[in-house]
């Protein structure tokens, strides 16, 4: 598997980065390519515990290269904080880490206008991050005010544009929002020093990766958030503003699809979402609040609490068909073990009809029902387990189950939140 591509096959927060780190093993290169500072990737190694939010989470494994593509947008105060918390922890990222010169950037403007967005419109709101992703994005497509880490290299071209782009921002957050505007001096002091400090980092990772490639290395292509999440194929409008799936590791990263040989998706042995959205097998009371205490279910980057709800084998259908999945990556199988009975969603009820495929218009998803299936739990501990044989028949056929339900074989099975708790199925 020379190119391999770690998705979340959810709503995100499937644990995508303890399956990075525990593949980063066997590969040379890890790669981000969407999504920005809205992404918590956790990966613990013994005691050790490190949430990335846009370094690559191969970068644990020393002389490992890790790179930030062109598809992630980049907040700087917040990757730079990453590295030094890293090299306070005896990690280097010098000479291993290198970020998009063509990544747009995020600006302080991005993120005010992301939580006066969200505030304007009370309950209908996404609940996004509050990291500036949708907001930079949408410069990023609109063209006129993007800023790329290129631009913070040149801190003539940074002085001449955010006087103007600022002015412009300010008459949306004072006009429509009533908030106060932001004041550009500070803004550029602060983003020409974050240039300087980035400057090492930065190159055109589309030829070192292409290099790579060629000379034959292993590269992992570490998704963020999740297929459920993706602007086009996700819950619209109620998605993240980047292509979650599959194809976004190309256009993210500048590669071609012919390189990609393997898509790995990740998810959960239940389901989970953080913000607003439909979420059909929801647990609404005791049984989610028990599923949220047994998982310890609170986001990586804000701490909301996350909703919680039986494995839905529609959402994880749609992931292998849009994907291409050639394998799953079930995590958190240990998080059951004390549950007498599981249920599964197996279809919706939608009026006279059942639905095999999770619909794409919500005004259907709000009306339909899951039908579940009810299969016994094992009320044993897995975390010990290391190959399928050793887990208990129940829990191997609660994974059969899952494989089977959404059309794609299980490569990979997590039981515990450390690398050495996995079972590596190959
Ligand atoms: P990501 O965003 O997909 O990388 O996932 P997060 O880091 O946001 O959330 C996953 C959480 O589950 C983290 O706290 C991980 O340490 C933890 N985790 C990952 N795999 C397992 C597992 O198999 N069992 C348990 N109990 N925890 C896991
Ligand atoms: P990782 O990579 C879970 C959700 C937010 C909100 C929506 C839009 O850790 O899996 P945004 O700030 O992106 O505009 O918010 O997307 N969201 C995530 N949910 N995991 C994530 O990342 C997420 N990143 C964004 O909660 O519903
Ligand atoms: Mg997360």
């Known amino acids: 598997m020379p190119t391999t591509i770690v998705l979340g096959a959810q709503w995100g927060d499937e644990g995508k980065a303890k399956v990075?780190?525990?593949?980063?093993?066997?590969?040379?290169?890890?790669?981000?390519?969407?999504?920005?500072?809205?992404?918590?990737?956790?990966?613990?190694?013994?005691?050790?515990?490190?949430?990335?939010?846009?370094?690559?989470?191969?970068?644990?494994?020393?002389?490992?290269?890790?790179?930030?593509?062109?598809?992630?947008?980049l907040d700087p105060e917040a990757v730079l904080a990453e590295i030094d918390a890293l090299a306070a922890r005896g990690i280097s990222c010098a000479g291993r880490l290198f970020i998009s010169e063509s990544a747009h950037v995020v600006m302080p403007y991005h993120q005010a206008l992301d939580r006066a967005g969200e505030e304007s419109v009370g309950a209908t709101r996404i609940g996004t991050t509050g990291r500036g992703i949708g907001p930079c994005y949408r410069d990023k497509v609109e063209r006129t005010h993007g800023i790329r880490v290129m631009d913070l290299l040149d801190a003539e071209e940074l002085r001449q544009r955010l006087p103007v782009v600022v002015a412009a921002k300010n008459e949306i957050l004072t006009k429509i929002y009533g908030q106060p505007g932001l004041d550009p001096q500070p803004i550029i002091d602060a983003y020409v020093g974050y240039g300087q400090r980035l400057a090492q980092y930065v190159a055109d990772t589309s030829v070192l990766l292409s290099q790579a490639i060629e000379a034959g290395r292993e590269v992992l292509f570490e998704g963020a958030q999740g297929t459920l999440l993706d602007v086009d194929h996700g819950t619209y409008p109620f998605v993240t503003s980047s292509n979650t799936t599959a194809g976004g590791a190309c256009t993210g990263s500048g590669i071609g699809p012919t390189r990609i040989d393997a898509v790995v998706g990740v998810t959960k042995a239940y389901t989970t979402r953080v913000g607003n959205g439909p979420f059909p097998t929801e647990l609404l009371g005791?049984?989610?609040?028990?599923?949220r205490e047994l998982g310890h279910e609170y986001g990586a980057t804000t701490g909301r609490p996350r909703r919680c709800g039986w494995f839905d084998a529609l959402p994880v259908r749609r992931s292998a068909r849009i994907n291409g999945l050639t394998s799953l990556a079930i995590t958190r199988l240990d998080v059951l073990d004390s549950l007498p009975r599981l249920q599964v969603c197996v279809g919706y009820r939608f009026g006279q009809q059942t639905l095999e495929e999770f619909p794409a218009n919500p005004r259907v998803l709000a009306a339909c029902t899951p039908v579940l299936e009810e299969l016994p739990g094992w009320q044993q501990p897995t975390t010990g387990a290391r190959r399928l044989s050793d887990l208990p028949a129940a829990a191997r056929r609660y994974v059969e189950r899952l494989s089977s339900l959404s059309r794609t074989p299980v490569s990979l099975v997590s039981v515990g939140p450390e690398r050495a708790a996995t079972i590596d199925v190959e």
């Open 286 to 291: 005791p049984e989610g609040d028990r599923l």
């Open 20 to 73: 990075v780190d525990y593949l980063t093993e066997r590969a040379d290169v890890v790669v981000r390519y969407q999504g920005g500072a809205n992404a918590g990737h956790t990966v613990k190694v013994g005691s050790d515990q490190f949430v990335f939010h846009l370094v690559p989470s191969g970068i644990m494994h020393p002389d490992k290269v890790c790179m930030v593509g062109n598809g992630v947008v």
